[in-house]
């Protein structure tokens, strides 16, 4: 509510003036953002941040920055980075164990060998969990539940990030 006052010579007048202002949105901004570059745009228009600042904050060039936001997918060793500008994993969270690796496994950015480095796995039995052609055993699926349990923080580059809310 906006109040204007308005002087003659003779009195004051007052009065009062509603004026509904909404905020117009810029072109292409995503209002329900489904790619990690969606995501990304999304944060940086309310940010009012330009992608070459948004490069400098995640360590990579500005044609990268285009590329995410024009459909391309960032290359799995740069979602930590995007994760911690964006506050958040701007991916879904499947809720059956080997999903749940995937995802473990995208969110931290690592390659199967990492992977089968800190889980103690070859990456090549990983892999074939991961891309479907064979079913982790039971004993398998018990040890893929306890570390992905172990896992809700795990420290990378000096970032602790927190898994528990997506992990449960």
């Keep these: 509510m906006l109040t204007f006052l308005y002087y003659t010579h003779l009195k004051r007048h007052s009065f009062s003036i509603q004026i509904p202002l909404e905020k117009q949105q810029l072109p292409g901004y995503p209002e329900f953002p489904i790619t990690v570059g969606e995501h990304i745009r999304k944060k940086r228009m309310d940010l009012g941040l330009l992608q070459r600042e948004?490069?400098?904050?995640?360590?990579?060039?500005?044609?990268?920055?285009?590329?995410?936001?024009?459909?391309?997918?960032?290359?799995?060793?740069?979602?930590?980075?995007?994760i911690k500008f964006l506050g958040y994993i701007p991916f879904e969270c499947p809720d059956d164990t080997v999903g749940r690796l995937a995802w473990y496994k995208r969110a931290m950015g690592m390659n199967l060998d990492q992977l089968g480095e800190i889980m103690g796995r070859d990456p090549e039995q990983l892999s074939d969990w991961l891309s479907g052609r064979h079913n982790p055993f039971r004993k398998n699926r018990d040890m893929i539940e306890l570390f992905l349990e172990k896992s809700k923080y795990m420290i990378k580059s000096d970032e602790t990030y927190r898994f528990q809310n997506n992990l449960n």
């Design 54 to 82: 948004v490069a400098q904050i995640i360590g990579v060039t500005k044609s990268s920055i285009w590329n995410w936001e024009h459909g391309t997918e960032p290359e799995l060793q740069y979602n930590p980075r995007i």
